[in-house]
């Protein structure tokens, strides 16, 4: 009988076999994300005059699978930014609570050399729009390096440093651009033409009000649900303006139509 | 102090026989002798505020910042050593950090007092430390509502088992004094630092237990209290720090914030004013008497 | 029976994690990988002049068949000593992977900035270009998807186009064109700028037909070829358009110019 303490309680090993504590040693190639698993699809936003609107729906998908539905994928940060996710979530959990950490970082300062009534001043010492987009293109692209990418595409709407609108958008790869009006996955196909058609240049984008933005959004987000599979009719919005950030997180599409579209040629029995 | 100089206060984590640590209680000696801070927690909010002795005139008025924020929604106020203080600060911002790492939300004010008072007590346990010079008040709002998880996905349950119970009654304002002991309590109003005596005397006045007052009444009342603790005699000049904490929907948002300049220059005229009003009554009672005679 | 063996088993398991096997099964081929590189398209072309440099590139940045955006520059001042770049001297264009050609310039950028600082002058285009192709070198085996063009004026005065691939080999040249487009362009550069395939009519028959000569090109006529090159490869390249971004390196200072390209 082996009596040793390390066999104490432990099944034979001519009965049972040897225990097999292979799973402790893991001495394959070290794992990185190679794919995404849980996803979010598009995120899009157009700039108006004075300010930007985003929207992203509330699903997230495990595969074909539409796995959560009360998914909040666009964010913000300081009140002064918000950051629209697609792709993987979990690595949109990852970024969120980095860039709280960055939020609660900025807290710490007490801008002791300003006046503290003044708003303009106090803004301007806190991280805008633009140095986050600079900071996630630089992170992105840090991790792509590295060969361990953090699976998102990231829109980032808010004020840069002169107080300009600015809209931008960061993938998985590091790559990084701006545009008066961005989407990311379906939405780079599907509603981007549509936003294209409102806002071409940044000279039309400054002239939408801010309720056309929000109707050509809520346009975009009615073709995408049709047509993108991975989609859903429940999603957030978000309007940015030098007042502040209003993000509705709950909003369902209108005016909805599956009626049968027998008078669009190829759909119904008309020949010509 | 009767058993002074036997030996026995050479070293931290040496008892004397009478059971006294006297690393400890010169630590205390040493807050006994920073400006005055105190804090004040009323119904909708906590107040922090400090007496800033003016040590020299080449320092840059409002600049050096006495409060600090640690998280959000926690500030801490201290009187003693300066750089006991910034340390005090350092280790809480860790501590506040490494909660929102492990557990997905803020820090309690509580869970952070009872982190800190655990760190100063092992600052009186080796010889290899000494305690900190300072007595630190923290401050903080709990929030009531139910919060986002950092980086949350979903809603998850509303109420029950990872959710709020709808008819629990969840955080709120709490104020804690940590002392270079580790002793910690919880407080309506706490005081330390030179001017403690007439300070918590003041604060005796104030019915911060029953009834409560409003946060800007406090920061009113905290104003005047730094500046009826401040001994003329001693100091000459002196600047006042104050923070506050409101809940989400109170001025602050929940946030750790500096009193903006325009209440806080009301709540220093209105200081100013009952500071004379009362040297005016006491010469009034003086004239009296003189007539009595 | 190892079971009643007083001594641990000598080979196979045993009860100390640290003697647990190792697992070693062959790693399945994975089934999607990450590929590091993407391609976002444009095309960019440098031109010397006698007394100048013309750099320029399209505003276009694309992923497949989508316009990511239709204005992104791939022209850029470097080494200036403020960040609005005022007071460069030199120009950079970088095409092909947009994150790397970003990286690239921001550390050349950086490099011209300190050498400018620590020695009070800034960088020789010369120098400069031995410098990028080290940065482009030290990448050799994860190497910036970028073909750079670097432009400036040399110690005598005289228009200096440096051309690279993406690990590092460079040249001076009269001309280059980079990029998608750039098979498209070289061979026009090649005609209109040194003058191959025309020779003087009528001076011999066959071999001994005599090249006509190469004159230095007036910045007006390099403008134009400029413009016109662009103009072509938007007709026939669907990744070049949007916008012609120019930088003109003169002795007085750089000048920038945008114009519009098609935008179908």
Redesign the interface.
Known sequence: MDHRPQAWGRPRDDVYGAYDGSYLNNSGPRTVTQSPVVTGTSVIAIKFKDGIVMAADNLASYGSLARFTDVKRLRTFLGTTVIGFGGDVSDMQFLDRHLEELAVDESYEAEPTIDEDDQEAKKASQLNAGNIYRYLQKLMYQRRNSFDPLWNHILVAGFDSASKPLLGSVDLRGTSFTSPSLATGFGAALAQPIMRKYAATEEDAAKLTREQAVGVIKECMKVLFYRDARSLDRYSIAIVTKDGIELKEDEQLEKQSWAFAERIKGYGTQTV | MTSIGTGYDLSNSIFSPDGRNFQVEYAMKAVENGGTSIGIRCKDGVVLAVEKIITSKLLKPGANKRIATVDRHLGVVSSGMLPDGRHFVDRARDEARSWRDNFKTPITTADLASRMGNYLQAHTLYQSVRPFGITAIVGGFDAQEESPVDGEVGNGPSCGAGGKNPDKKYGGPFLYMIEPSGLYWGYYGAATGKGRQAAKAELEKLDLTGEGITLEEAVKEAARIIYVAHDDSKDKEFELEMSWISGKDGPTKGLHQEVPKALREEAERLAKKSLDDSDDEEEEKKDGDKMEE | ??????NP?LN??????S???????P?GA?????D???D?GGSTLAIAGADFTIMAGDTR?T?GY?I?????PKVFKIGGTTSDQKDATLVLSVVG???DG??LKERLDAICKMYRYRHGKPMSVKACAQRLSTILYQKRF?PYYAYAILGGLDEEGKGAVYSYDPVGSYEREQCRAGGAAASLIMPFLDNQVNFKNQFIPGSGEGHALQERERRPLSRQEVETLVKDAFDGAVERHIEVGDGLQMMIITKEGIEEVVLPLKKD
């Open positions: 029976m190892a079971m009643f063996s007083q088993l196979g398991p045993n009860y100390s994690f003697e647990a096997p190792k697992f070693n099964a790693e994975r089934e999607h990988r990450f590091p590189y993407t976002n940045l992923s989508s990511n955006s239709r204005f992104h992977f947009a994150a970003e990286a994860f």
